[in-house]
């Protein structure tokens, strides 16, 4: 795909006036990836973890799913693999599939010999859920509905534990520092430190998704696409970017953020009712409430144009009430804020943006296109989702892909000679307009044109409408120099907004979670294949 103009880096710096940070391995990003990476990271090497905000700011902290993996005595990994694929709409790589879906009980069970407490069964067992899309019960659970927190806490404690490993909290990575086509390291932005150049052997981008691109998310405000506006003003090459994930059940209260309730809800019985109390999954597919995320999210939107409704409704009344309080306790408390008895009360439910599937494309070692530039996580397309990721398969992406992405990092700065000496890159100051920008109110439009545009239901009118809109506003927007983080976020939301329009008005067809109204059907003729962006590296 043709790329579009943006600027190489959103600031100017200078290294004669910018503080200098080395370190062998720079991981961005407080995520499950990014930990996991961490800690894979020989110890004789240093390693600086950046993140955006606090360490428990991230999606891997708010997942309330849990890790899918086979672990009961019927399940089998070719049970898992063809799950995957069948949610995947024939995008994943099977190879990557196998790999993943095979150590998935390996790193489930090193999480519980570092200190995890997953769920059990009174008989001492692990309890295993079953989500929509999985055809056995392989789901380990913490806390209920708190798998992300409990992941998180062993995984940041180890962490902090490290000698070798250095965390930076509430500090924005602004670009990617490339030279000679090759990732140096990062450009840092502090609000008590300002800018910082992170010089590195090794680079592992571990940012997490986009959802806050969406005016509806489920995504904390961290994510903003971050990573992958960076990773391709440096050169990577992205794909896949037309695939958000639409998570079809969250909380739809005036005046509550947006929280998701999560998949394991159905999976314990709760059903989907219509503002008439009508359960209405059955007439869309034979698996009701069970059926994959982007099946689910297409019937709710359709039912709710059928009935006029801004949503539909979650049914727990019939299931037995003290389990589902035992069960999620999470779910039970943010409802009980709102007056709402979840054993009684039907919840208003309606989708919103939840996993970015497409992102910087990685190998089955976590390599990007830009040598010394290593990805794992949400910002990735590595191969395992495909169209439609199968539900609790990101934390397990996570693990798998943080570890392989540390070990090769690690690796190769073993390889590389001490050096640590500063590069001569610098991005000259440029005369900017003095025009003031309401950054909050591009930004609420943005997100307001996505959701209209790009959501569920996509279409080609729709789409150039969106497009063409957003190149105005990226023709004002991209290229000037902001001294603070809303313009910078704003810049990449913009960027990765205009890819996304880009991927889906090309891709003619419906596929996994890219459902075009007017290509209803998948046409694997045409295009059972990855659309690609890549922007040329400049010289720097």
């Avoid at 789409?463 to 990449?492: H, M």
């Amino acid at each position: 795909m043709s790329a579009f103009s943006v600027a190489r880096y959103l600031v100017p710096f200078h290294p004669k006036r910018v503080p200098h940070q080395f370190a062998d391995v720079l991981v961005i990003g407080g995520g499950i990836a990014g930990f996991r990476a961490a800690l894979e990271i020989d110890s004789r090497l240093s390693v600086v973890v950046i993140t955006k905000e606090g360490v428990q700011q991230s999606s891997s902290n708010a997942a309330q799913g849990g890790i899918a993996g086979v672990l009961g005595p019927e399940d089998r990994f070719e049970n898992h693999v063809e799950d995957t694929l069948r949610a995947g709409g024939a995008l994943c790589h099977r190879d990557v599939v196998e790999m993943v879906v095979r150590e998935a009980p390996d790193r489930i069970r090193e999480l519980m010999a570092w200190g995890a407490n997953f769920d059990r069964e009174l008989a001492g067992e692990l309890a295993l859920g079953r989500e929509g899309g999985h055809s056995h019960h392989r789901i380990v659970h913490a806390l209920g509905d708190a798998t992300g927190r409990e992941v998180m806490r062993v995984l940041i404690e180890r962490g902090r534990q490290a000698a070798n490993v250095e965390i930076w909290s509430d500090t924005l990575i602004l670009d990617l520092l490339t030279h000679e086509g090759r990732c140096r390291g990062a450009l840092a932005w502090n609000a008590a430190r300002g800018k910082t150049l992170v010089w590195a052997k090794q680079t592992i981008l571990c940012t997490g998704g986009a959802g806050q691109i969406y005016r509806e998310s489920t995504n904390p405000s961290v994510a903003t696409g971050d990573g992958l506006a960076m990773a391709y003003r440096a050169g990577a090459e992205l794909r896949d970017m037309e695939f958000m994930q639409f998570h079809p059940t969250v909380l739809y209260i005036a005046g509550s953020g947006r929280q998701l309730i999560t998949e394991a809800v159905r999976g314990e019985g709760a059903h989907l009712v219509d503002r008439n109390g009508h359960r209405f999954m059955p007439d869309y597919d034979p698996r009701a409430e069970l059926a994959p995320r982007d099946v689910v999210s297409e019937a709710i939107v359709r039912q709710m144009e059928k009935t006029k409704s801004p949503c539909v409704f979650l049914d727990l009344s019939h299931l037995d009430p003290e389990r589902v309080r035992q069960r999620f306790p999470g779910f039970v408390a943010v409802c009980k804020e709102f007056n709402l008895d979840v054993t009684k009360d039907r919840i208003p439910v309606r989708p919103g943006a939840h996993y970015m599937l497409g992102g910087v494309s990685v190998d089955p070692a976590g390599r990007t296109s830009v040598p010394a530039l290593w990805a794992a996580g949400e910002v990735t397309s590595s191969g395992l989702h495909g169209a439609n990721r199968l539900a609790s398969n990101s934390l397990l992406e996570g693990l798998v892909f943080g570890k392989s992405a540390g070990a090769g990092a690690s690796a190769q700065a073993l390889r590389l000679a001490d050096d640590f000496r500063g590069l001569a890159l610098e991005n000259p100051a440029r005369e900017d307009s003095h025009e003031p920008l309401d950054l909050a109110d591009i930004r609420n439009s943005l997100t307001s044109l996505m959701w209209r545009c790009a959501g569920v239901h996509r279409n080609k009118i729709s789409l150039k409408e969106a497009l063409a809109t957003i190149d105005q506003w990226c023709e004002y927007v991209l290229f000037r120099q902001f001294s603070e983080a809303p313009g910078w976020q704003l810049q990449n939301m913009l960027t990765v907004a205009r890819l996304m329009i880009d991927a889906a008005l090309h891709r003619e067809e419906s596929r996994g979670v890219h459902r075009r109204t007017d290509f209803p059907n998948t046409d694997d003729a045409h295009w059972l294949k990855h659309i690609v962006f890549r922007r040329e590296p400049d010289a720097l």
